[in-house]
């Protein structure tokens, strides 16, 4: 077996239904596999899975494992040689699997993992790839945003040069080694959702491997799949990814005091975002306490 398809579904039918098909659809020239495991979705996904796909490989987790620890339990599972990765809210456009396997053995064993640049459907790049965060650019990068109003550069695949060695590549079409998955020490598990994969490859580039962006695969990204729309403002996604970025910064951080230092910036920077009118007051108050503790 060459590739082991993971795909990760929480409550996104049809979504996944349309990823599925764009696989059997563009896939061709690899020995591949697709595992899919649900996190006790309760939309309807699973049977729409055993009727649509019958030859899916479908794990059915009785409670929500979150994305690390699914993403492990199918590893587990797992007969290919490569292992990829990839979101439920994705479409594969071209040949992407094949692409990725050749391009794996192309660019030689100093290899980490690949990706590629991602797109919306309005056919525009979007978030694919980033550094390894810092406690300063944390801080540095919400006063800049939130006070000083000062936006990123715009990314643009014209000023690349691909092969692209990068920190990381987001998780939605992460393309690794099965066995370099495993000798890295796969998803840390105290990710519920987030940084996983940002942690997963800072421990590979510690191993003096390269991750690398390739532009011949082509994936669009719907992004957010699994989250509804709410009537009013909430900060619980916030909190589920301030959570995880607050255990991949003290889990990297060599010096206690600078992450309490860190902790301490960062409430003071958020401490506008409290005055928020367009949320409720109780959900304001969980979210004080969140960031005190």
Known sequence: MDVSVIIVNYNTKDLIINCLQSIYDQTGQVDYEIIVVDNASVDGSVAAIKNKFPKVILLESPENLGFGKANNLAAQTAKGEFLFFLNSDTLLLNNAIKIFHDAYYALGDQTGCIGTILWNTNHEPIHSFGTFPTCGQVIGGNIRGRYLKIQEKA?????????????????????????????????????????????????????????????????????????????????????????????????????????????????????????????????????????MK
């Open 155 to 291: 990314f643009t695949i014209d000023s690349c040069t691909f092969p692209l060695t990068v920190d990381y590549i987001t998780g939605a079409d992460l393309f690794v080694s099965a066995l370099l998955f495993k000798s890295a020490g796969q998803f840390d598990e105290s990710f519920f959702m987030y940084f996983e994969e940002t942690d997963l490859q800072k421990r590979i580039v510690k191993l003096g491997l390269k991750n690398r962006m390739i532009d011949e695969a082509h994936i669009v990204h719907l992004a957010g799949g699994s989250f509804r729309k709410q009537a009013r403002l909430s900060n619980e996604s916030t909190m589920m990814i301030e959570r995880s970025m607050f255990y991949y910064l003290k889990k990297h951080n060599a010096f206690r005091i600078g992450y309490i230092l860190f902790r301490f910036g960062y409430l003071l920077v958020r401490i506008p975002h409290l005055f928020n009118i367009r949320y409720a007051i109780k959900d304001q108050l969980k979210y004080l306490n969140f960031l």
